[in-house]
Structures are given as C-alpha cells and as structure tokens.
C-alpha cells in the first residue's frame, strides 16, 4: 500500500514526493507534458519538462495513455492555475503499465459505459457517489448503535415471499423451489423476541418489470424492526434515522454534496420533524395537479413524482387503504396502519413501513384470502402463537435515499455495478 495519498500532499508543499496513480488527463505544450494523476483521494497536475528530466522520462510521459498506471516523483509546488492548487514539478515519470485504446471517449454513450462498467466506475462522479453511499450507511449504523439497537444478518436464501409473488427471482435450492429475500422483515419480525429492536443491512431482489430512474433488481436493504412499539414511534425513529443520516453526510462527505452541487447545509440543518399527509390528501393533491388517479389506488413512479415535486423536506403519507398494502400490516377499518417516507422534489418513497399484525387470528384470515399456503407460514405464524407483542418496523432503499441525497439522475448511478432488468454484465 502507499505511505500517502494526493489528499495528503497538501501538508509536503516545497518537498521532494512520490505518487503512484493513474493518468487522468494529458495534455502537451512541445517540450512541456502536462498529466493529471488521479488516485482513490484526488487528483493532482504533473508537469513533466523535457530540462528537469531524463529522456526516457520525457519519453514515457509524451507517449504515456489515459488510465494508464504511473509512478511519478518531483517537487510538490502550489500553483493556482492546477486543477486543485497544486502541481508537482517531475524529475522522474514512469509508466507502471500501459493502457493502450482504453475505451472510454468524450463522446461514449450511456449504454455503452454501462457495459463497461468495469472501466466508468473509475470516474470521479462514481467515486464521490460510493463515498456518500458509504457515509449514508455509516451514519445509519451509528444512529441505530446510539439507540441501542442490535444489528442482525438475515438470509438471503427464503422459502416464502415477504412482499408478495409479483417481484419474487425464483431458484432451485436441493430440488425445491426458493426465493432470493425482498425483505429482511419477516426473519427480523423472530429476532425482536430476543434482541427487542433490530437492524439488517441485507441486498434485497426484486424481478421488478418496472423500468424506471428508480428501480433497481438488486438493492441494498436496511431494516429495522422494534418490539413494544407502534405506529407513531416507527414513524418517530424513522424520521429521526434520515435526519441522523443527512446531519452525518452533511458533516463528513460535505466534498461529496459539492461535488453534485448540493449544499451541505440543507443536510447539517435537517431537523427530525417530517410533515405528515394521509392517503386521502395525496389523492386530492394529485387530482388536484391534473392526475387521472382515484381513491384506491397505488402510487407509482408518476404518481410520486408529481405528488412530491412542491414539498421540499422528506414527508409521510399514512393511512393507505388496506387492500394496496402488505398481509402483514396492522389494520384499522378499511386501513393499514402503515405509512411511506416520501423524498421531496419529485424523488418519491425512500421507505416504506408499518405496525404489524400481531393476532394469529387475524394473520391467518388474511394469509388464506390472498391464497397463500398456511403451511409456507407456519414459522412466521409461531411468532404470534408464542408471547406475540406490539410490534413495527421498517423499511428503507440505500439507493433511494442516495440519489435523492445527491439529485442523481438515475438510481444505478448509485451502484458500483447496478442490476437492472436489462443488466446482469458486467
Ligand atoms: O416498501 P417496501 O417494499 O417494504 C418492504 O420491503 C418492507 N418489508 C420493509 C420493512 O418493513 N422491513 O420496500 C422498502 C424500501 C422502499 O421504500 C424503497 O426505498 C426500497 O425499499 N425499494 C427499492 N429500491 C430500489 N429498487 C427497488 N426495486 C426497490 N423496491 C423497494
Ligand atoms: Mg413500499
């Protein structure tokens, strides 16, 4: 491993270093090159002249490719006009090893950086992105560690759904047939009976036939689930975990938000006090902004997308009918005791949560209408044969609540090889 970094180069103004990292940019002046070397900190200007070095120097600098690996020493200088302040004056360049054609151009279209992947995520949008996703899921395991929560790792090989058979990747496990998990919920549903309040950090799958900006096969899952605990205080740890979430990013990858354009601040200022609507008043909001949907339906990626355009903080709907949710949900009249976090500015849902259905009775009623086979269930049935207890949780997508973070376009910009349903490769 290196001793120091490009980040670490600010302290070494006026000394003699050494870098190894990647040539970045190139750019030639006759007997002048000049290569911006990036590494996994940052990136800094070499200038490579022919008087200050041997020629097979000059010669590996003039004939050096982008991406091609470099070993570079010289005398660290500040110079304003370098990309970052700082140049480094070389006595010596070295190519480590080439990178002849390499297949990245200025004018490579979107499908084609997707198919080489392998070689985008070496862009310095895709690092900043992994480095907030990072700092999202660190600051989430902080919140949940200063609430006392205990962390737990689900399976992901599952013999039941936990979000219904419309979204389930099917395998063949021994002869019989097994799932990939979309949910982590219904093993962690078992675990409060012993560590009270969970939390799962788990990839989640999805055969989702929508194609949208905001649907992924694969995600990254992070669940809780809390006994004694009802519907208010669900929503009260939720609202308080992307608060948390924002406050940290906002302190520690404030690089990052810049780096997309966002301010910091919006993030440092957050408060834990999210707007509550209820299903009713999202459906007069959407007829109200023209949108052909009636009481009883379900909101999709449109839907969401106009229902969330004019808020500017995070913000709940509660009280959906209960017919569009899960099995699994509390009911109250012809509700589901549940509510969805919705991501300001056109984003939509980043999590999804509810009180759940602690009466065998009740469970079993529902299991049976929606035609499931009782015997698939009677482990999750047990936990309400055996010292059953108030019960909620939640659900929130890394993903989701990353693009809205940093106002990405698109939701595989936040994955370092995204699965979508047209992408498997590389
Ligand atoms: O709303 P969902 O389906 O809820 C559940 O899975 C619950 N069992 C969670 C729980 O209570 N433990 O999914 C939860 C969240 C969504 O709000 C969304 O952020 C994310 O998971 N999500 C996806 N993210 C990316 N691509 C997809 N296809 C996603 N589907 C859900
Ligand atoms: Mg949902």
Known sequence: MKDYYIKDLTDRIGEEVEMLGWAYRKRRHGKLVFIVIRDST??????????????????????CDIEASVYVKGELKEDSRAPGGLELSCKEFKIVSPSPDFPIQEDTGPEVLLDIRHMTLRS?????????KMGVIQGARDFFEKKGFT???APIF????GEGGGTLFSLDYFGRKAYLS???????????????????????????????????????????????????????????LVTHICNFVGERYAEELRHFGQDPKYYLDMEPKFER???????????????????????????????????EHPFFVKNFPKGIKSFYMKQKGDRAVCA???APGGYGEIIGGSQREDDLNLLVERLLREGEKLENYEWYLDLRRYGSVPHSGFGLG?????????????????????????RIYP
């Open 42 to 63: 940052g990136i800094i200007q070499a200038s490579v002249k022919r008087e200050n070095v041997d020629e097979e120097s000059f010669e590996e600098a003039k004939t």
């Open 124 to 132: 310095i949008d895709s690092r900043m992105a992994m480095r907030a």
């Open 151 to 153: 962390e737990v790792y």
């Open 158 to 161: 599952v013999g039941v759904a």
């Open 182 to 240: 979309q949910t982590a919920q219904l093993h962690l549903e078992a675990a409060i009976f012993q560590f009270e309040n969970v939390y799962s950090l788990t990839p989640s799958f999805r055969a989702e036939k929508s194609r949208t900006r905001r649907h992924l096969t694969e995600f990254y899952h992070l669940e809780a689930e809390m006994a004694w605990c009802e519907e208010d205080e669900n929503e009260r740890i939720e609202e308080e």
């Open 277 to 311: 609507i209820t299903y009713d008043e999202a459906i007069s909001i959407l007829q109200s902004k023209g949108v052909g949907i009636e009481f009883g339906s379900d909101f999709g990626f449109e839907e969401e997308k106009v229902l969330t355009e004019d808020f």
């Open 340 to 342: 969805d976090l919705e």
């Open 398 to 422: 890394i993903e989701r609540l990353l693009r809205w973070i940093l106002k990405l376009e698109h939701i595989r910009d936040c994955c370092l090889f995204p699965r979508t349903p047209a």
